[in-house]
T-cell receptor, first 117, second 114 residues
Framework: DTGVSQNPRHKITKRGQNVTFRCDPI?????LYWYRQTLGQGPEFLTY????????KSRLLSDRFSAERPKGSFSTLEIQRTEQGDSAMYLC???????????????FGPGTRLTVL | AQSVAQPEDQVNVAEGNPLTVKCTYS??????LFWYVQYPNRGLQFLLK??????LVKGSYGFEAEFNKSQTSFHLKKPSALVSDSALYFC????????????FGQGTTLQVKP
């Protein structure tokens, strides 16, 4: 079990640039989540995939944000025209599909820390 | 709306003493409840969950949590704290929807001093 991996671990970018993050979930997990965590706060839900289908997007996910999960494996989160307010830790999590989604614990990756200058 | 609250920003305890990190919830119906721990510059690690059954739930690293329906609480406990337990702890509730997305508390920093 290699766990959830995320790349890059850190990203520094200038305001207005586009960035893309990648998440590789645990291989047999069909559920994948993205969360955003700012300093001193708990993670906040951004979006959810079941296999390749994006089933829910938070209102936090403005039209500058897009997420994909082609073929139901890895996922990417892209932020276009970054703003300083996008600076945060972006966390990916996956969980098993063996029971209802609320029942199974989510396994988190180490996160990608984004700094927008 | 479902939510959890962690009333303490920080808890300080001496090594070897028992520790408690508090969590209260506001959930309609019977809740599922989770505890996660976050070490510096790392992702969240699952500690334990309450789904149903015994009110005392045992988890990883010697932690346990007690579900109390009358007080709507789910406090995290450990009989004897270690310095290595120092970290950020989050209580969370999953929505019983088709997503199971987690709603997190604001977190409690645990400092265990030698």
């Amino acid at each position: 079990d290699t766990g959830v991996s995320q790349n890059p671990r850190h990203k520094i970018t200038k305001r207005g640039q586009n960035v893309t993050f990648r998440c590789d979930p645990i291989s047999e997990h069909n559920r994948l989540y993205w969360y955003r965590q700012t300093l001193g706060q708990g993670p906040e839900f951004l979006t959810y995939f079941q296999n390749e289908a994006q089933l829910e997007k938070s209102r936090l996910l403005s039209d500058r944000f897009s997420a994909e999960r082609p073929k139901g494996s890895f996922s990417t989160l892209e932020i276009q025209r970054t703003e300083q307010g996008d600076s945060a830790m972006y966390l990916c999590a996956s969980s098993s599909g063996t029971s209802g989604p609320a029942y199974n614990e989510q396994f988190f990756g180490p996160g990608t820390r984004l700094t927008v200058l | 709306a479902q939510s959890v609250a962690q009333p303490e920003d920080q808890v300080n305890v001496a090594e070897g003493n028992p520790l408690t990190v508090k969590c209260t919830y506001s959930v309609s119906g019977n809740p599922y409840l989770f505890w996660y721990v976050q070490y510096p510059n790392r992702g969240l690690q699952f500690l334990l969950k309450y789904i149903t059954g015994d009110n005392l739930v045992k988890g990883s690293y010697g932690f346990e949590a007690e579900f109390n329906k009358s007080q709507t609480s789910f406090h995290l406990k450990k009989p004897s704290a270690l310095v290595s337990d120092s970290a950020l702890y989050f209580c969370a509730v999953p929505l019983k929807s088709n997503t199971g997305k987690l709603i997190f508390g604001q977190g409690t920093t645990l400092q265990v001093k030698p």
